[in-house]
Every structure is written in C-alpha cells, then in structure tokens.
C-alpha cells in the first residue's frame, strides 16, 4: 500500500488542520492484520492512532497526501534537507 511507505517514510503527520510528529509507523514489508496499529502520532493537542482498517483503500490525490475512506484527509511530511 502506498500509504503505509509514505508513513513510514515521514517526520510528520498533517491531520485534521493539524501537524503532528511520527512517533512510529509500521515497517510496509511486515505481515498485517486489519486491527494492527500502523500509525502513532502525538501533538501538543492530542495524539492519532490510525490501524490498517482506517487507511485500508486510501485513496493517494497528491503526493504523500491520502484521502481515508472515512473522507479525511492525511498527508506525510519530511522537513526539508540541506547539503
């Protein structure tokens, strides 16, 4: 699944109009079931938690930026990198 390499990949989460840090994201090459925990995000505000269900069917309208099958809107963010 698309969605599971852009988590895994990412520093930070957009979520609702807000930005929270990746605290874990599963490995896209484990063996999973529809209640394992494939995504754990924290904020000031609160935190997410998303399982292979909630992002099953995600459907990719951007890069790195995914509409659930909920109708929420999730995007993965790097910061930048300078050489």
Known sequence: MNILNAMYDSKFVHFN???????????????????????????DEGSLELTLDDVRDAEEIAPCVFRLRSGEVIGFLNPPTYH
């Not at 490995?27 to 494939?38: H, K, M, S």
């Open 17 to 43: 109009g807000h930005m929270l840090v990746n605290r874990y994201a599963v490995d896209p090459d484990d063996i999973l079931v529809a209640d394992d925990i494939v995504l754990e995000a924290t904020a």
